[in-house]
């Protein structure tokens, strides 16, 4: 088996991570702790392609295979998790979608604007009493005419606030349950659209995560995604996309953690010699790259059964997700760990990241929905 990279990906990561290291380091901490959104640094990267790297080269995008998109992700958040997570958004849940289901208009409308990074995307469908169990969903579309008039609120949207196009999850059938919800592409300047507030989370805090109300919204029939009742389907295997994306964004934390810990073990001393001649040191930092690797070897091995059009991405995207988002969480602790009291300040890089990792667990799919799935996978052929 061949693991290696083709010099396309090892372009793509070294540019990614040039960039991250040149324009991004260098106001990570401040934009942390002033919680801005990185519209700036957005747009520069956007230009380089990275908001549409799965979409066709026809349509302004990257049309670059699933192995690449994963390798930008991890170089991205490896510097700044809160800027992979808008990009990732942007381009498996918002570009993917209006590509693959969009009418024709729909793909003239945004996907140019999405791939340039000209405007990010939002993904609608958590809602404050629908999280796992997505069929539960309470917001309502209602035809009315050549439109439909949506009415409720989602939570959690990433992008929120700073979207230009959301991609929003409604029951136009609340009595057919799972099959009764339908996508819709809505935008911010829609009636009855409104941001009601922003979430004041622990850590991605300089990434937008808001409450979006819909009150009698008035979407146009033409900004329906799909076919009524579709929207659940499209919305779960998104979700198998968006898993690996997550997975490599866990990976990239990680491996910005190990870095910062390795070049603290070279510098810190005591008792007479650096910290990393000590071999409690040394068996967190082996412990720290041998798990990295292990849950990178999953990723990339998901994001290639994906560029394949395997029908196995949705249990292996989910063993990546669960590995990897457990992984760094174990990661973080050691790094935190090592730096000791200098890694519990907010002027430390790993604090920011332990803060950063604990919702890999979390969002996309809890790690309990991820092994609900792979176990379900494995019972198939017993």
């Not at 295979?65 to 700044?80: F, N």
């Not at 990393?276 to 994001?303: C, K, N, P």
């Not at 890089?349 to 950063?356: A, I, L, Q, S, T």
Request: proline share 2%; with cysteine.
């Amino acid at each position: 088996m061949d693991f290696s990279l083709n010099d396309d990906q090892r372009l793509i990561r070294d540019t990614v991570r040039h960039f991250m290291d040149a324009e991004v380091r260098p106001s990570i901490r401040a934009r942390d702790k002033e919680e801005k959104f990185a519209a700036e640094e957005l747009r520069k990267i956007g230009e380089l392609g990275c908001c549409g790297m799965l979409v066709p080269e026809s349509w302004g995008g990257a049309e670059a295979d699933t192995i690449s998109y994963v390798l930008m992700l991890e170089e991205v958040a490896r510097v700044d998790a809160a800027m992979a997570v808008a990009l990732s958004v942007t381009n498996s849940l918002a570009a993917w979608p209006v590509h693959k289901y969009g009418t024709e208009a729909q793909r003239q409308k945004y996907l140019r604007r999405l791939a340039r990074g000209e405007i990010l995307g939002a993904f609608c469908l958590t809602e404050p009493q629908a999280g796992s169990d997505a069929a539960a969903i309470g917001t309502q579309a209602t035809r009315h005419g050549s439109a439909y008039r949506l009415n409720g609120t989602k939570s959690w949207v990433t992008n929120g606030g700073v979207a230009g196009i959301y991609l929003v999850f409604a029951k136009t059938d609340p009595s057919a349950g799972a099959r009764g919800v339908t996508a819709f592409l809505v935008e911010p300047s829609f009636p009855g659209f409104r941001v009601a507030r922003y979430e004041d989370k622990m850590g991605l805090r300089t990434s937008r995560s808001a409450e979006i109300a819909f009150t009698d919204c008035e979407v146009p029939e033409s900004s329906r995604l799909g076919e009524e009742g579709q929207g659940l389907k499209i919305a779960l295997e998104l979700l198998d996309g968006g898993r690996v994306g997550i997975a490599a964004q866990a990976v990239g934390i990680a491996q910005g953690a190990l870095e910062a810990s390795v070049a603290h073990a070279k510098q810190r001393r005591a008792f007479g010699k650096t910290i990393g001649d000590f071999q409690a040191i040394q068996w967190m930092l082996a412990d720290m790259q041998t798990e990295i690797e292990a849950a990178r070897a999953l990723v990339q091995h998901a994001a290639w059964l994906r560029d394949t059009g395997s029908a196995r991405v949705g249990p292996n995207a989910s063993r990546a997700k669960l590995y990897a988002g457990e992984m760094v969480n174990r990661v973080v602790y050691k790094a935190v760990q090592i730096h000791g009291s200098q890694g519990y300040s907010r002027e430390s890089d790993v604090e920011r990241m332990y803060r950063d990792a604990r919702v890999i667990t979390i969002y996309e799919g809890t790690s309990e929905i991820q092994r609900m799935i792979i176990a379900r996978d494995l019972l198939k052929g017993v």
